[in-house]
């Protein structure tokens, strides 16, 4: 009797993941409590376990996919329990042209899909282009209707050649995935791969038809059984030419930096300005505070933030978006502040909501409690979610300066380096004064450099004199 395995809830608030790894195939034998796949989510990695025993009839996930809750992840051939090693060696091999004819359809099936996707897909980055095209023809003189037929000439020999770079990569990803599904090798033994830290997408294996044992493993985690790794791959070289290397998977939220890093620095003009600022008169006040507060620390990052909403109060387009589709500005009034927080497994920005109605005792014990759960992994997305303005202060560890990436769709970005104490020339002498050196990326298609520098200097000199900032001079 066939019987579906479904995503069960993995973690709270948490509807769907993205499929990290496939650990079986059609035609595997599987015990209950087996691993079938591995999800992550922007929180966490997990595998999921199979609830019930038997022969996989059917993968229904494939790597790199989206999953929701309760989609079916196997359909399995019910009674077929036996986890022995050597009948499960021995079905293996018996079924192994049947998983290879299955395996097979199961690439052609995967590749028509594939085919709507890209077709999809290559609409979608079609009416993307249309409204990038339109941008660009807004900024030449002359009419658009005159020019219409002509661009959409132009378009469309232009569309050919987006549609033929697009199919390019994803006619290699039908063949990985191929190679991928090609992979034969027992959950046991793609346990054992895992838990040796070994891809076994890069073992060659020395059974029938490449299938790969436990004997194949080990060698490749000593590293003389590895398939070699064709630089078209990965558009890299073969590194291991010149030394011991070793291959890491990218943890989600390496994976989530990437992603919105790169679309921030490819969606972007970015311009950094640097300032600085004597902060020697704030730091004393902040000691003050900090005797009256015994039970949140009162830290420069809660002061900046309160600082930084009255910053963007008075300059607006700073708490702004872009929506270039519709060539109009969003400016926010509210002012949630994003605060950069680096974790073992990388870089978070839970967001303060609504700084501006909050103290600096409650931002500051907010900063607390948000780096808190950054660091053990339990912030919920709508922790990280609505954010208008990021700070991101790296004094506590060091540097003099640093560009900080915008966080898109937000316009701009606010970098504190290390405060230092250095000799500054005020009324005919040299005075020791704490200096905190500022850098602000933003958008220059919405903040122009004179608004930069404006808003930088504001925030100096509120730092440096309140009074003055807030009463003018
Ligand atoms: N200059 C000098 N010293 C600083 C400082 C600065 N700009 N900022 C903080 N410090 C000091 C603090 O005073 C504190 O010293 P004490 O322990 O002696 O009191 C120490 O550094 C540690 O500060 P903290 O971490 O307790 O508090 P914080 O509010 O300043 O920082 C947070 C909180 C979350 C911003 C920080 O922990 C963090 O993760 N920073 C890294 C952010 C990051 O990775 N940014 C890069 C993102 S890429 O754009």
Redesign the pocket.
Known sequence: MAKEIKLPQISEGVDSAEVAEVMVSAGDTISEGDSMIAVETDKASVEVPSTASGKIKEVKVKEGGEIKVGDVIIVLEEGDDDSDEEKEASTDEKDEDAEAEKEQANAEEDSDEDEGDVEEDTDKKEDDDSSGDEDAADGEEGSDEGKEKDDEEEDAGQDKEVKAQQEQPEDKKKEDEKEYSAVAASPSVRRLARELGVDIQSIKGSGEKGRINEGDVKAAKSGDNTKKQTPAAADLPDFSKWGSVERQKMSSIRKATAKSTSGSWTQIPHVTQFDQTDITDLEAYRKKMQEKATDV?I????ILAKIVVSALQRFPTFNSSLDIANKEIILKHYYHIG????TEKG?LVPVIKDADKKSIYEIAAE?TAL?EKARDQKLSPEEMQGGTFVI??????GGTQFT??VYHPQVAIL?????VIQPVYIDDAFQPRQI?PLSLSYDHRVIDGAAGAKFLRWIGDAIEDPLKAILGS
Do not use: E
Request: charge should be positive; charged fraction near 10%; proline fraction near 4%.
């Open positions: 620390k830290t420069v990052t809660a605060i950069a927080v680096d870089l900063i780096s991101s202060n790296l004094g506590g560890i900080p990436i970098g504190v380096s290390r405060a905190l």
